[in-house]
């Protein structure tokens, strides 16, 4: 990473931190513990996403600077800078919606999911339905958990929309014997159980869900497609 961008996101790191430890609804403190490890993870999330697209956006701008260069390749570049730009304001939305203690309700989670849902596929040409079973219970989700979550449901829609050739996909939240669970199923030409491969996605997927406690499962849909269940045990939730 450039020095411009490694100052930028150590400043993001400093301001970003001073709210962990400050719970929500007088709930205990954060350990030292896990203090430390909500660090590490902002401090990764910094580096890895936002980081990388800010080096990204100095690199695309950079090349520009030569003249005499067609118009068409300076649009070309700068389309590609304005699209880093917006991911990059997206990567620095999720984290601080992640660590704001006002957040950490499943409510929040939901309505967060959902708009991002809607917004991503809308961009992306897909239909969304969404099925959320009402009313959800009233539970408090600490920020690594909603983070973990709410990273899992991103990469099963980008993998969808990259990967699935689907038209539409159906996103279901509901509470299930002392569980959540969360459906994404798509329309999308789907796969044969056998021939999965469990590449980098489903590692991240499984490994985030067991960061938390929770799990997931890929099965082809009913009607094709694919279907993938995340599920969080809800013992983990604690009552507001």
């Known amino acids: ?44 999330d910094l580096h890895d996403d936002l980081g990388a697209m800010l080096t990204e ?3 695309l701008a950079s090349g520009r600077t ?18 880093k730009a917006r991911a990059s304001v997206e990567a620095l939305d999720l984290i601080i919606w992640a660590i704001n203690p006002v957040q950490d309700t499943l409510e929040s989670l939901v309505n967060y999911t959902v708009a ?33 979550l709410f990273c899992s449901i991103k990469e099963v829609l980008n993998n969808a929309v990259r990967h699935a050739n689907a038209t ?13 669970q969360v459906s994404l199923a798509d329309n999308g030409r789907g796969f044969s159980p056998t021939s999965i491969n469990p590449g980098n996605g489903l590692r991240n997927l499984r490994a ?7 799990s997931f499962t890929v099965q ?18 604690l009552p507001l």
């Not at 030569?66 to 699209?83: L, W």
Request: one cysteine or more.
């Open 66 to 83: 030569v003249r005499n260069e067609a118009p068409e390749r300076v649009e070309q570049s700068f389309a590609a800078i304005a699209k």
């Open 116 to 148: 991002f849902t809607r917004e991503y596929l809308e961009n992306a040409g897909i239909v969304l339905r969404i099925k959320i079973s009402t009313p959800l219970p009233k539970r408090v989700l600490d920020s690594a958990t909603r983070h973990h």
């Open 168 to 180: 539409e996909i159906v996103l279901s939240i509901e509470s299930k014997e002392e569980r959540l």
């Open 208 to 214: 985030r869900m067991a960061e938390v406690g929770g």
């Open 220 to 237: 082809p849909g009913p009607a094709g497609g694919t279907v993938i269940l995340l599920t969080l045990p809800l013992p983990c939730l």
């Open 57 to 59: 956006i100095t690199m």
């Open 1 to 44: 990473m450039n020095v411009w961008a490694l100052t930028a996101s150590s400043g993001l790191i400093g301001a970003l931190l001073g709210v962990l430890g400050v719970r929500h609804r007088g709930r205990h403190r954060l350990s030292l513990v896990a203090v430390d490890r909500e660090r590490a993870r902002i401090a990764r």
